[in-house]
T-cell receptor, first 119, second 112 residues
Framework: SAVISQKPSRDICQRGTSLTIQCQVD?????MFWYRQQPGQSLTLIAT?????????ESGFVIDKFPISRPNLTFSTLTVSNMSPEDSSIYLC????????????????FGSGTRLTVV | GNSVTQMEGPVTLSEEAFLTINCTYT??????LFWYVQYPGEGLQLLLK?????DKGSNKGFEATYRKETTSFHLEKGSVQVSDSAVYFC???????????FGSGTRLLVRP
């Protein structure tokens, strides 16, 4: 399966500032996904990032707050803008593992996450 | 809408005990079902999956069977080890959506 390198692994940021999270994959992938895991809660998909096109955002997430770049097939960034304490979460990137056929049920590989604390 | 419900944790077991973590889902169609595991300080790892009714996913001694009649995908292991201590997430994906919907996660603590 793909290997994902995500950084930073953690950061403590002042409110009102922005943080950019990087996700590097060891193979070319069509789609990359960004998730948020709020404290004690489950994961929620923020957006899907395709190379060469605008990211697709899920309900409740907007580009101005979470701009995403996807300059090539192995790399993506997520920026958390104008941060507030409510943005304190773990942010994870993910890619689809394309082994076998879709009928076999692709899995998804996740990065180790970025633990963000906003003070 | 589509959703996943997991039993609340934490679940605390002694080593070699039998494990069941319940997972039920609500979906308008026929989803693929997954169990992911998150070890302390690490990202999520795919544990097992099933794509259609009556399929059984298995890995590392864990099993789960896709039960359409009860809309369930319960995770089981016959004899847990301390190294199984982690948070377990049940998830579904609707056909071609590329979007995983996760349950709230269940923390498992296995004591020696």
């Amino acid at each position: 399966s793909a290997v994902i390198s995500q950084k930073p692994s953690r950061d403590i940021c002042q409110r009102g500032t922005s943080l950019t999270i990087q996700c590097q994959v060891d193979s070319q992938v069509t789609m990359m996904f960004w998730y948020r895991q709020q404290p004690g809660q489950s994961l929620t998909l923020i957006a899907t990032a395709n190379q060469g096109s605008e990211a697709t955002y899920e309900s409740g997430f907007v580009i101005d707050k979470f701009p995403i770049s996807r300059p090539n097939l192995t790399f993506s960034t997520l920026t958390v803008s104008n941060m507030s304490p409510e943005d304190s979460s773990i942010y994870l990137c993910s890619v689809e593992d394309r082994k076998g056929s879709r009928a076999d049920g692709y899995g998804y590989t996740f990065g180790s996450g970025t633990r963000l604390t906003v003070v | 809408g589509n959703s996943v419900t997991q039993m609340e944790g934490p679940v605390t077991l002694s080593e070699e005990a039998f494990l069941t973590i319940n997972c039920t889902y609500t979906a308008t169609g026929y989803p693929s079902l997954f169990w992911y595991v998150q070890y302390p300080g690490e990202g999520l790892q795919l544990l097992l999956k099933a794509t259609k009714a009556d399929d059984k996913g298995s890995n590392k001694g864990f099993e789960a069977t896709y039960r359409k009649e009860t809309t369930s995908f319960h995770l089981e292991k016959g004899s847990v080890q301390v190294s199984d201590s982690a948070v377990y997430f049940c998830a579904l994906e609707m056909d071609s959506s590329y979007k995983l919907i996760f349950g709230s996660g269940t923390r498992l603590l296995v004591r020696p």
